[in-house]
Nanobody, 124 residues
Framework: QVRLVESGGGLVQAGGSLRLSCAVS????????MAWFRQAPGKEREFVAGIRWSVGGTYYPDSVKGRFTISRDDAEKTLYLQMNSLKPEDTGLYYC?????????????????WGQGTQVTISS
């Protein structure tokens, strides 16, 4: 069993920055892929970043590339999402997700473990 707990959300102005954290506990996971998704009201859950925990390879969609950075601290068992140059369209509930797989998936259904989410609101 893997437990994920997100933190770090908040309200910031457009152009600002936030760093989200996801504390991981439970079963060890050298072969895990972790990701951040977001969901705005009335919209589907959207992939924003993924990382292969053991090798650190990352993947971003064009909508956040160059502005968001996903990273992990293996010793602290924490996943991060640094978000810069934030835009109002980045607003949403941000979720941390994990799954035992070898490649980064961009579809929410591919991930088995989920956190409860942390709200990010960007004002214009």
């Amino acid at each position: 069993q893997v437990r994920l707990v997100e933190s770090g959300g908040g309200l910031v102005q457009a152009g600002g920055s936030l760093r989200l954290s996801c504390a991981v506990s439970g079963r060890t996971f050298s072969s895990v892929v972790m990701a951040w998704f977001r969901q705005a009201p009335g919209k589907e859950r959207e992939f924003v970043a993924g990382i292969r925990w053991s090798v650190g390879g990352t993947y971003y969609p064009d909508s956040v590339k160059g502005r968001f950075t996903i990273s992990r601290d293996d010793a602290e068992k924490t996943l991060y999402l640094q978000m810069n140059s934030l835009k109002p369209e980045d607003t949403g509930l941000y979720y941390c997700a994990a799954d035992y797989r070898s490649t980064i998936a961009t579809v929410a259904l591919r991930y088995y473990y989920w956190g409860q989410g942390t709200q990010v609101t960007i004002s214009s």
